[in-house]
């Protein structure tokens, strides 16, 4: 006789799990139970390509998602043992312990090796704490203590991100250029691609509103350009920017460009990708969160509102309007009703609040101006367009600042609140 499960005693403590990696691509995996330990296991499976069947009468409404999207086999009723064929590996997550008895009990006889999400002690097979970093993946098993597990696993990962664990040998060693968007200026705020990419990357050349906190936790050996150091004058100054990135990239070098929010939001990024592509060097992409939409959230600010503002316009305000180089029809941009985001335009507020005014924009509306977004001395200025320019010059504003002008703003102040509750 085999050695049967469930066992009818020994302490969690006793067993001690053998860990292994399986590759589940395209093979099955039969999940017994729809509730929230499914809804967590489910995603994950599917990422590293399993089949997966579920069997249950319910559902979450995540998981009927991945049901009605075609990503996952949803039997919904009750288990059955049948349901357990040509399984590799089993999950009896259900709220009801006599099924998830049945679950293992039926998934022994076929040597299917069973996790059960109400009892350790009676299970196969247990789930590490997972995460993944720059293709290292970290499992870590507790005795009885998820949470702990949890703990351990999220501090690897944090080192690992940090670099406080360096691991370098591990680092991707393909010459080329990424063009990371930073976000707008608190470290945390950047995605883990992009700071995968710096952890990885021998050369950074960085602008001044790329967040500066994460240039200080490069390796001492990298190779950190500072843009603006270089020779002035726009046009110059991008020439001698996208012939570093072409020659390092050249040399063997992995380089960064790393610049605050996204790259490709006044940003220049996509220069830098055709002179990239133009002398044949690789070149990818990692988006950023961009300021125009994530400063005013910072800030409790909404660029959309439901009943009050349907869409939102990010513009540029580096010329006044009436520029002749100006692309902007500011006559077109008074007569919106959504959200304006203005970006680069403290210098040219006044003009710009005058063209707006002129345009048909009540002196009322409401302004915010988010300075520093996400920075330690973040701050808002609330105004209106005819107070604009008198209110940014009292405050003193500098940039960098986003200024948002609609109905949004009143919102995040509480005022429609108020008048609703007045009645
Ligand atoms: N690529 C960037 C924008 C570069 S243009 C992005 O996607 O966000 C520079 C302008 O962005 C500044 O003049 C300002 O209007 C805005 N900006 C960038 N970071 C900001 C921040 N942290 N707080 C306020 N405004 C910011």
Redesign the pocket.
Known sequence: MPTTVPRDDGPVDSLVPYPVGLILDARRVVVVGGGHVAQRRIPQLIAVGAEVVLVSPEVTPAVEGLATAGEITWHRRRFEDADLEGAWYAIASTDDPDVNAAVVAGAERRRVFCVRADDATRATAWTPAVGRHAGVTVAVLGQREPRRSAAVRDEILEGLREGTIVARHQRDRTPGVVLV?GG??DPDLIAVAGRKALMEADVVVADR?APRELLGELPADVELVDVAKLPRGRAAQQEEINRILVDRARAGKRVVRF?????????R?FEELEACRAAGVPVTVVP?????I??PGLAGIPVTHRGIAHDFTVI???LPPGHPESLTDWDAVARLRGTLL?????ENAPAIARALLGGGRGPGTPVAV??????PG?RTVFSTLGDLAEDLEREAVK?????VVGEVVAVARGVHAARAARG
């Open positions: 968007g707008p200026g509103l610049k605050g929010g996204d790259s490709f939001v006044f940003g990024g950023g969160l961009t300021s125009p994530t400063v540029s305000g580096h203005l970006m680069m335009a403290v988010v300075c520093d977004g996400s920075m973040e940039p960098p600042a986003i200024i």
